[in-house]
């Protein structure tokens, strides 16, 4: 299993940008799935976007056209893009390894967006 810390979260006007980052330990050449999920306060965990091997993606419908997710196999990072954020995207978000499993989560970075 990889260990994974995200990097980038913090305090964004409504309409402002973000760019969240999931450095993994070791290699995510591997990795089949990777993904952002996010949980806001008293909710439950949700998926965000996920990004395959092969580089295909899958989005939420709420982040559709606003968020991108990417993945650099060189560099074992997994990055999120966030525009147009809106206070609704507030939340705690998770880079998680999810194929093969077992699954990897890093530990969170919290994402406010003020209105």
């Known amino acids: 299993q990889v260990q994974l810390v995200e990097s980038g979260g913090g305090l964004v006007q409504a309409g402002g940008s973000l760019r969240l980052s999931c450095a993994a330990s070791?290699?995510?050449?591997?990795?089949?799935?990777m993904g952002w999920y996010r949980q806001a306060p008293g909710k439950q965990r949700e998926l965000v976007a996920l990004i395959t091997s092969g580089g295909i993606t899958n989005y939420a419908n709420s982040v559709k056209g606003r968020f991108t997710i990417s993945r650099d196999n060189a560099k074992n990072t997994v990055s999120l893009l966030m525009n147009s954020l809106k206070p609704e995207d507030t939340a705690a978000y998770y880079c998680?390894?999810?194929?093969?499993?077992?699954?990897?989560w890093g530990q969170g970075t919290q994402v406010t967006v003020s209105s």
């Open positions: 998680a390894a999810i194929s093969p499993p077992p699954a990897s």
């Open positions: 070791g290699s995510i050449f591997s990795i089949i799935v």
